[in-house]
């Protein structure tokens, strides 16, 4: 039993950072007076808990109301800044999710205990860097916005045009300003010239932050922000809670990826989770993207345009009709490509949005098909002798024949970028074919090794899945082709066209980049009428946004509307179905004038029966927090069906 220590007449309300619900709330402790001087809102702590002492951060210090006997803090660790402890009780509200699991974003890694080894730098120099009139009148816009108090802008043009130079005369009018800066990517390894280039503008004061540090690293990393040794940060999404001192400009590139949603608990989007920071704060959000979302073009009120590309033009495109060319996967008008490229030289990227060789295997005979055990989907097939589970990883060997039926007569269906690979390979023999998907990435020193040998050669294919449409900046690229553009179309999901709309017009960026001759798309379609795929190919990104936006005005869906979603999930179909329906029917009378959508089943996904319910309303916070208390309510009874329920404000998927 710890001794009694005298206080100082202060009370302290702590949030333990323990993540059970049981404890998602507030307890108060007396400060002992030799911690009086060092506690303040924000202060991490030590407390008893219980039997335990765990961490907690303060709320809030008070004068005692009266003759309470409460229990002491026991030690001071750190702080957190207010601004950032006002951003995880935001948080917390707005995903339905508890305080601790929030402060936890917010909370830096601790220091490393001695100084570390000096990493190499691999940066290149500077490059020099006119801007053009369309560009510093967006640098100038922008500079108008932070002196006029503003939050947010939407800086939007072709791939090409110049917006990270934007970017970074924005920062560093800030830094002049004695202000700093953060700016999020999508994914930190796929966008390796991003952090190259502000380092090589800004030097020693840029820190960048993502998964692949070690926790040294990354805990120098925030021990450097803290302390105003770094004033840029260069991360993804959890770049966005560093602790900047003086926060001026956050930028959000490639703002309409999905990358930006983070999928477990507390489930929030960075983008939103920006725009609350830049508020709170008084910094400048400025949302860039070739494809911006329909939320951003809708909801942003002031837009920057930069229309054309900086030193070239964008490439030609070309649509090819699967229907009538045949050869799919590759086609004439593609073999035709790639064979200049093979005798000429050159670089080119095919984008196959399904990994694998193929997406099944079939029996001729008895119409068999496999699929995994564990979840309501078909085994793709990955070389010639196994066939894998995209969602559970779950594996088996391919059969030598059927055993339904003792046929040997399997066909493959559909293609997948490892069949296309070995396609490529046999047919180019002069080549290098490089592959870039899921499979690769998840490879020690991927993707970025694959990265580098495609720039460093001089015949070049590289064939992916969306990972080879994300940004990169690869000189010497004549030819891109999609070679299945509905291939993200066939999912009952509202966003389905402006998720294929971006892929198809980011992939036909990558061509033609300043420097290089113009380049050449294909885009290889079943129906090359249909309304996205002829926008894409002519660029038309307004003209395709004004049209979304008409349609989801109609239907209900965001930015009219925002969606709140609940996930029940159960061993057996019958129990997810039946909580499902009780919650449902819970939670309707509260929700008011909100629609109610479901419950509807999904797909069995690692051995857990699974069913949904959305709610299409105007107060998601209302709604979540209707969720959140049916859930804590009846906790006892999921427990005891074995079945979990989770709530998504925003969901960005629904499978």
């Known amino acids: 039993m710890r001794a009694r220590r005298a206080r100082s007449g202060l009370i302290a309300r702590v949030h333990p950072l323990v993540t059970a619900r049981a404890v998602d709330r507030a307890f108060d402790y007396a400060v002992p007076a030799e911690l009086a001087d060092r506690v303040a809102a924000g202060s991490i702590v030590r407390v008893p808990l219980g039997s335990r002492e765990v961490d907690g951060v303060v709320d809030s210090l008070d004068e005692p109301a009266g003759d309470e006997r409460l229990k002491p803090l026991i030690d001071v660790t750190g702080r957190v800044p207010l601004p950032l402890l006002e951003l995880a009780g935001w948080i917390a509200e707005q995903t339905a999710s508890t305080m601790a699991r929030a402060i936890a974003l917010v909370i830096p890694p601790r220091p490393p205990r001695r100084a570390l080894r000096a990493v190499e730098s691999q940066t290149a120099g500077d490059r020099v860097v006119t801007l053009t009139d369309v560009q510093q009148r967006a640098v100038d816009e922008c500079l108008a916005a932070i002196e006029d108090g503003s939050h947010e802008v939407l800086l939007h043009g072709v791939t090409g045009s110049g917006k990270t130079e934007v970017y970074l005369r924005v920062i560093e009018e800030a830094l002049g300003r004695d202000r700093g800066a953060i700016v999020l990517v999508p994914e930190i390894a796929l966008t390796p010239q991003t952090a190259s280039r502000f380092e090589a503008r800004f030097g020693e004061t840029v820190a960048v932050l993502h998964s692949a540090l070690t926790p040294a690293r990354r805990g120098e990393a925030h021990r450097r922000i803290a302390a105003g040794e770094a004033r840029v940060v260069v991360g993804a999404r959890s770049a966005i809670f560093a602790a900047m001192p003086d926060l001026g400009v956050i930028v959000v590139d490639e703002e309409h990826d999905t990358s930006y949603k983070h999928e477990s608990d507390p489930r929030y989007d960075a983008r939103r989770v920006a725009a609350k920071r830049a508020r709170l704060e008084g910094a400048l959000v400025i949302y860039g993207s070739a494809t911006p979302r329909p939320e951003s073009w809708h909801g942003i009120a002031q837009r920057i345009e930069l229309p054309g590309r900086v030193g070239g033009e964008l490439p030609a495109v070309e649509l090819v009709d699967l229907r009538r060319d045949g050869g799919y996967p590759l086609t004439r008008p593609l073999r035709d490509a790639l064979g200049e490229i093979e005798d000429t030289g050159g670089r080119a990227i095919l984008l196959q949005n399904r990994r694998g060789s193929a997406s099944a295997i079939h029996c001729r005979s008895c119409a068999r098909s496999w699929r995994c055990p564990r979840c309501d989907v078909s085994l793709s097939l990955h070389g010639s002798a196994r066939l894998v589970c995209h969602h559970c990883g779950y594996e088996e060997r391919v059969p030598r024949a059927c055993p339904a039926c003792g046929s040997v007569d399997l066909t493959r269906i559909g293609s997948g970028t490892r069949a296309v690979e070995e396609e490529l390979a046999e047919r180019y023999p002069a080549l290098e074919v490089l592959r870039l998907d899921a499979d690769v990435a998840a490879r020690a020193g991927e993707p970025e090794a694959t990265l580098a040998r495609f720039r460093e050669s001089r015949r070049a294919v590289l064939v992916g899945t ?154 998601p916070r209302r709604a979540a927090a209707v969720f959140r208390g049916l859930l804590r309510d009846l906790s006892a009874d999921l427990r005891r069906a074995h079945a979990t329920a989770v709530v998504d404000v925003d969901p960005q998927s629904f499978g």
């Open 466 to 619: 969306q990972l080879v449409a994300k940004g990169h900046d690869v000189p010497g690229v004549t030819l891109a082709a999609v070679l299945d553009a509905e291939t993200g179309m066939a999912v009952p999901d509202f966003r389905a066209e402006e998720r294929t709309f971006a892929l198809l017009t980011q992939l036909a960026g990558r061509p033609g980049r300043p420097g290089d001759p113009r380049g050449r798309v294909l885009i290889q379609a079943w129906d090359p009428g249909s309304r996205v795929v002829e926008l894409a190919a002519r660029h038309a990104v307004g003209e395709f946004l004004e049209g979304e936006l008409e349609r989801r005005r109609e239907l209900g869906y965001p930015p009219f509307a925002r969606i709140v979603r609940l996930l029940v999930a159960a061993p057996v179909p019958r129990t997810a179905a039946e909580v499902a329906e009780v919650l449902a029917d819970a939670a309707r009378p509260a929700l008011g004038g909100d629609q109610l959508l479901g419950p509807a089943p999904l797909h069995r996904l690692r051995d857990r029966a699974r069913s949904h319910l959305l709610v299409k309303t105007s107060e």
